[in-house]
């Protein structure tokens, strides 16, 4: 290494099944009133009420806000805030997926740091003041946002996904509990879980990755690619949930420390303008992203595809980095995730935008960390490969 790395995680990582329970415990240390930031499906499946019940057993009383219903947008933001600010609260907890992670996010650092949160983007603005406790508790086995400090806001002034790292939006802790993700649907136990690989493979190609990263990133992968068709076909199999919330758990501490690539800079303007979802649209750019990025990183993608096939011997690199790109197409062709087309984006609005979409990813910073940093022209150029992109069951390499 040419120079010092940094690693940061949260504070404290309870990890494990009814790891939950501890909600009530870890709020009465840090506060008296907490913010339940959730979504109305959440509240439905009754965790909501659950965290509430932990909550006042530990003597913690609680509000809720359950606005979040899409991406995080800067709205959620400042409806939540307001709402933590009237009803005097001192923690805020979140409990669903990245949207109610990274909304949560904002409004801990918000609520003792004055003035908008795009003013924080690309350190224009630096967080001065501690924000308050954030207990974070993700439900899908994803985003790996309960490890970050990284939250991701979708202006709705001009349809922009900010990016906004600085080490305050790490959540104080993280609790992991697999069984809440059981009642994760197919498709999002599949989004999600190809939007974790996604963080993990990011995070080993990265060109800030280092060896804290690489280990973490490695095991991630590897739990990742073991698991993932096992939770998909049978949601009810808690070792499967449980070594893909441990997975997403552990891409998310790699990403946060090595940074993310193409893949998510391509993500976020797809994302702010056509809203997908962000777990689907880095599981439909990632296997074209692979092939762009194949050249400039053979030998860590053959790390990759001897993770797929550890039972092949006597593979050169380049085989076996073939074997990583054939092999997250047929995933994703496993899994059923569409491409842009497929997701039912219009060509014409797509071609109308490319330009812009282009030039967002860019702005971003994440694809300068990629092995192979594209031009303008052959990002658009990548974007138009996946509006229309076929997955294919077809091995090239055994």
């Known amino acids: 290494m040419d120079k010092f790395a940094v690693f940061r995680t949260p504070q404290t990582i309870l990890y494990g099944r009814e790891a939950f329970k501890n909600v009530g415990t870890e709020s009465a240390l840090r506060g008296e009133k907490a913010l339940i930031v959730s979504d109305k499906v959440m509240n439905q499946l009754g965790l909501v009420s659950q965290c509430q019940s932990y ?43 990245g949207s109610c992670i990274d909304t949560a996010k904002a409004i801990a650092v918000l609520a003792t ?52 790292k600085q080490p305050a939006f790490m959540p104080d802790v993280a609790i992991v ?47 990742l690619v073991e698991n993932i068709l096992t939770a998909y076909n049978n949601g009810e199999d808690l070792d499967a949930r449980e070594a893909m919330s441990l997975g997403s758990l ?56 001897r993770i797929f096939k550890p039972n092949s011997i ?18 994703c062709l496993q899994l059923n995730i569409p491409n842009l087309k497929g997701w039912g984006i219009e060509r014409g609005a797509f071609e109308s935008v490319v330009g812009k979409m282009a030039v967002d990813a860019l702005d971003s910073g994440s694809p300068a960390n990629n092995p192979r940093v594209p031009t303008q022209v052959e990002l658009e150029e990548l974007y138009h490969n996946c509006f229309d992109y076929q997955f294919t069951s077809e091995e090239k390499v055994m």
């Open 55 to 97: 909550l006042q057993k530990e003597g913690v009383n609680s509000e809720i806000y359950l606005g979040v219903d899409s991406e995080p947008t800067d709205q959620y933001v400042a409806e939540s805030l307001e709402l933590l600010k009237k009803k005097k609260c001192d923690v805020v907890i979140s409990i669903g997926g």
């Open 113 to 164: 740091n004055d003035g908008y949160i795009g003013d924080y983007r690309a350190n224009k603005k630096i967080v001065e003041n501690t924000p308050i406790p954030h207990i974070a508790i993700p439900t899908t086995a994803g985003t790996g946002s309960e490890a970050t400090d990284v939250t991701v806001i979708t202006s709705t002034l001009n349809d922009v996904k900010m990016m906004i």
């Open 177 to 223: 509990d697999p069984l809440l993700t059981i009642t994760s649907p197919q498709h999002i136990t599949a989004a999600t879980g190809v939007d974790a690989l996604s963080h993990a493979i990011e995070a080993y190609l990265s060109k800030r990755a280092h060896p804290m990263t690489d280990t973490i990133a490695l095991s991630a992968m590897k739990l």
């Open 250 to 305: 552990q891409a998310g501490m790699a990403f946060t420390n090595a940074s993310v690539c193409l893949v998510h800079g391509m993500s976020r303007p797809i994302g702010a303008l056509f809203h997908v979802p962000h777990g689907y649209s880095n599981a439909m750019l990632l296997p074209a992203v692979l092939e762009f990025s194949k050249e400039a990183c053979i030998n860590r993608l053959a790390d990759l595809g």
């Open 314 to 331: 006597n593979l050169t690199n380049e085989e076996a980095a073939e074997i990583a790109v054939t092999s997250v197409k047929n995933l």
